[in-house]
């Protein structure tokens, strides 16, 4: 038993710190290839905007650019996802 609690207590902390605790990471699997066939588009840009406002509030991207890079993402999952799902 004490085996069992003390794998749950460390299992425990690397989830704690684990980098799928933040948004940024979360946001990332807008760019999984599988989740674009499979999930739902608009929740895909939803969290491809959330993608862009982050890096654009650590001043990693532009904010005037914002608006097109958000305009091909969505051209990319309308046109060229659906052409290559399988």
């Known amino acids: 038993m004490e085996c069992r609690s003390f ?9 704690e710190k684990s980098p799928l605790k933040y ?4 946001k990332l699997s807008c760019l999984n290839p ?3 066939a499979t999930e739902s588009s608009e929740g ?3 969290a491809f905007r959330a993608l862009v ?13 914002a608006d097109s890079v ?3 993402y ?3 999952l309308e046109e060229v996802v659906p052409q290559n799902k399988s």
């Not at 794998?7 to 989830?15: D, F, G, N, R």
């Not at 948004?23 to 979360?26: E, H, K, M, Y």
């Not at 406002?53 to 650019?65: K, M, P, S, T, V």
């Open 7 to 15: 794998i749950q207590a460390v299992l425990s902390k690397l989830l």
């Open 23 to 26: 948004t940024f990471a979360q």
């Open 34 to 36: 599988k989740g674009m």
């Open 44 to 46: 895909n840009i939803t």
């Open 53 to 65: 406002r982050h890096l654009n509030e650590a001043n990693r991207f532009a904010e005037g650019d």
């Open 70 to 72: 958000i305009s091909q």
């Open 74 to 76: 969505k051209k990319f």
